[in-house]
């Protein structure tokens, strides 16, 4: 497939010129909500701009800065931590340490105690003060809900990869340990072993995935999560092996379950649910980058280009990437709970995009 390096560089560059206006762009229905919800109690302007929505998208211009160079990118990140940090940030939970990554991100380009600080602080309540379920899980609790004795395939994304990057920071081998066991948890009670693919979720309340929802973007956390993780920590031996495995199962399912315009639906396996463009970036890029690192076969380097266009043609002329599903709790009773979820521009759209186009150059 022959990929036109200008048109991708073009609408890069819109992406990342658009990113500050969804980035702070409030998210009515999640503020009223947390009026009646917000389970720490703290002040909910604090959440305003620092919650998973946000924490995804920081990290895809954190990685076109890499990527890039470009500075400007670099000192808009580091006006928005200074800004959010001396705000207060809201209260320790699963999707409140998802900017954290990229913040740890940060300190690796250069040295800032403040951040360090923060960074330190996370990691360690990570390990003291998170909720777990049974088995030592990280549960799923969120801003606005316990999610009791939960896994969530969102957390390995949101926090899991937080800890492992905290583990290369300081060197230390308890969040090392902690992240790789979290990953091979994860992977045993969230596995399909019929496809391949993850469920959204399990329960140790009653021990069963829910609906049973091969959900499309809580698939594509675990498609890049992999390499991601691998490029962050030296994970050797058996360990490798198993992550590399269930990612192997993962990417055949993908190949099989892909949409003939080259998307993926929001439920991977059901092609009467719509195509989704977050998922559908989060999975090329994970294909890609996975494939760029010898982790994966390179024939579906096919795979992940094959969604190029249909994404292309879902980003407007002002950056916009439409056909975005909205964030999604769990389906707890029925699948099709996951076909009425709203469709809606969102940070993490802009970030998934960005990132899977950047992939795409590097193909």
């Not at 009791?148 to 390995?156: H, K, P």
């Not at 993926?264 to 989060?282: F, I, K, N, Q």
């Not at 249909?310 to 909205?326: C, F, K, R, W």
């Amino acid at each position: 497939m022959k990929v036109d390096n200008e048109l991708i560089t073009n609408t890069l560059k819109v992406l990342a010129d658009s990113f500050q206006k969804f980035l702070y762009e409030d998210d009515e229905f999640f503020l009223e909500n947390m009026k009646s919800k917000n389970l720490a109690g703290d002040d909910v302007s604090r959440y305003q701009h620092w919650e998973w929505t946000q924490g995804v998208g920081l990290y895809g211009l954190l990685q076109l800065f890499e990527e890039t160079g470009n500075q400007n990118y670099y000192d808009f990140l580091d006006k928005f931590y200074d800004k959010e940090i001396s705000l207060g940030l809201p209260a320790k939970n699963i999707n409140t340490t998802a900017p954290l990554l990229t913040l740890s991100f940060l300190l690796k380009e250069k040295e800032n105690a403040e951040y360090r600080k923060v960074c330190h602080e996370w990691a360690e309540a990570i390990m003291k003060d998170f909720v777990r379920t049974k088995e030592g899980g990280f549960t799923h609790r969120t801003s606005d809900s316990e999610n009791n004795e939960e896994l969530w395939d969102d957390t390995l994304f949101m926090t899991v990869m937080f800890l492992a990057s905290m583990g290369e920071i300081e060197d230390n081998d308890e969040y090392r340990e902690e992240a790789r066991y979290q990953f091979l948890l994860h992977i045993k009670y969230l596995t399909d072993r019929k496809t391949g693919l993850l469920f959204h979720g399990w329960t140790f309340n009653g021990n069963h995935n829910f609906a049973e929802a091969l959900w499309g973007r809580g698939n594509c956390w675990f498609t890049m999560a992999i390499p991601e993780y691998l490029s962050i920590a030296d994970v050797k031996g058996a360990d490798r092996r198993f992550l590399i495995g269930a990612l192997e199962r993962q990417v055949e399912a993908l190949e099989k379950y892909q949409d003939e315009s080259g998307m993926w639906h929001t439920l991977v396996d059901d092609p009467t649910s719509y195509v989704e463009t977050s998922a559908t970036c989060g999975f090329a890029y994970g294909i890609l980058k996975s494939v760029r690192m010898g982790l994966i076969d390179p024939k579906y380097k096919e795979v992940g280009l094959k969604a190029l266009d249909a994404v292309l043609s879902n980003i407007a002329e002002d950056g916009t990437v439409n056909q975005v599903s909205y964030g999604t709790p769990m389906g707890r009773e029925s699948k099709d709970f996951y076909k009425t979820i709203e469709i809606k521009p969102m940070p993490y759209g802009q970030a998934l995009a960005m990132l899977f186009l950047l992939e795409a150059l590097k193909a």
